[in-house]
């Protein structure tokens, strides 16, 4: 599978690994594409998995629609159900970091028939990080949040100089220096940063009663103490809104960039995991 489709928009995947394989889906964040998984999936292809890696709405170019509301996490969500149907697949394993990561506990909330685990990296359970930005000093760090609600400046600011001013961003938090060259030359095609602000954009129209769903799915969350834009309190207080069974993981030292910085890491959590819980 190279690509798939839904409601118009086509979306352009990354298919590894043996097709008779057990499915893992892999969702990236912003501001990356699929490419952000590349380690972690060769290790997952290695071990007899078939690895799909989207490039999520406003990423590929053919899923790019400009309205807010088309972003809504709703719709996000929707797009992740359209692919495992599109797998053959009767359930996968979902994995998603950054806003991958928070539409994979929406995918997790709305059709946990679907999943055989659920694997989020960096990112809480969404009632745990709400109620963490009245808190702690999770409103703080998520002051990007804010910024990126406006028209045209974030885009301007970040594809100053050729991306380079992303590229510098992205480094202080943590990225290494082949990974931010990477992303901010990404964000310097035609619409893809804006397709990628509007996930933030579109936040505030998602429908947050939703974020207080409890979590029946088999749950792995990664985090890592390094990073600095998710604090340690809705980390910690992830557990409170699982159901199912629960690993919390903790990298110590770790910025928030988990797939790129530790992949084999990762990748050996998530194998366990998965061997814990398959999917027949």
């Known amino acids: 599978m190279q690509r798939y489709t839904r409601a118009g928009l086509t ?19 912003f501001p990356q594409r699929n490419d952000s998984w590349n380690t972690v999936i060769d290790r997952l292809t290695a071990a007899g998995y078939r690895c799909l890696a989207p490039n999520q709405r406003g990423y590929s170019p053919g899923a790019r629609p400009s309205r807010r509301r088309d972003y809504r996490m709703a719709e996000l969500v929707a797009d992740v159900g359209a692919l495992i149907d599109a797998s053959g697949a009767q ?52 002051w990007y949040m804010v910024f990126f609600q406006l028209p045209r400046l974030p885009e301007w ?4 100089r050729k991306g380079a001013v992303a590229a510098q961003a992205l480094r202080r938090s943590g990225q290494a220096e082949a990974a931010a060259q990477r992303d901010a030359a990404a964000m310097t095609e ?17 429908n ?12 792995m969350y990664v985090w890592s103490d390094a990073d600095v834009a998710l ?50």
């Open 11 to 29: 979306f352009d995947v990354r298919d590894s690994g043996p097709p008779d394989g057990t499915v893992v889906v892999l969702l990236h964040g």
């Open 91 to 142: 359930r996968v394993h979902l994995v998603g970091h950054d806003w991958g990561a928070a539409v994979a506990w929406g995918v997790a909330a709305e059709m946990p028939e679907r999943l055989a685990t659920v694997s989020p990296v960096s990112v809480p359970h969404p009632a745990a990080f709400l109620k963490s930005m009245l808190t702690s000093r999770q409103g703080l760090a998520s």
């Open 157 to 160: 600011l970040l594809t100053r």
């Open 190 to 206: 035609p619409g893809a940063l804006t397709g990628g602000l509007n996930w933030y954009r579109g936040l505030p129209l998602s």
């Open 208 to 219: 947050l009663r939703d974020s207080n769903q409890q979590i029946s799915v088999p749950t």
């Open 231 to 280: 604090r340690p309190t809705a980390a910690r207080n992830t557990a409170r809104y699982v159901d199912g069974p629960y690993r919390f993981e903790v990298l110590p030292g770790v910025s928030h960039w988990i797939p790129d910085t530790e992949p084999d890491r990762l990748a050996d959590l998530l194998l366990d995991w998965f061997a814990a819980h398959p999917t027949d």
